[in-house]
């Protein structure tokens, strides 16, 4: 697993920037959902753009297995 991962940050797909911004997401979204006073479109526009970014690091991981594979 170890190699794995340290294969995906040569190859530039797996950045820590990348799960980083995910957890920081996530944190502000159920953070804005407790409180009461937070604008539900603040919620919303979180919401909305946390499966994006989950989106384009999944779609980059499997570019990155495809072109692994090619090589074998």
């Given amino acids: ?3 794995i991962f340290h294969d995906l940050e ?3 797909v797996h ?3 990348m799960s980083d911004a995910i957890e ?3 944190k502000a979204c159920a953070a ?3 409180k009461e006073a937070a604008p539900p479109v603040a919620v ?3 919401r909305t753009l946390q499966p994006e970014i989950i989106r384009i690091y999944v779609l980059r991981l499997c570019s ?3 072109a ?3 090589e074998l």
């Fill in 1 to 3: 697993v170890t190699n």
């Fill in 10 to 12: 040569e190859s530039n």
């Fill in 15 to 17: 950045r820590s920037y």
């Fill in 24 to 26: 920081d997401i996530s």
């Fill in 32 to 34: 804005l959902e407790l």
């Fill in 44 to 46: 919303i526009a979180l």
């Fill in 64 to 66: 990155w297995m495809r």
């Fill in 68 to 70: 692994s594979v090619e």
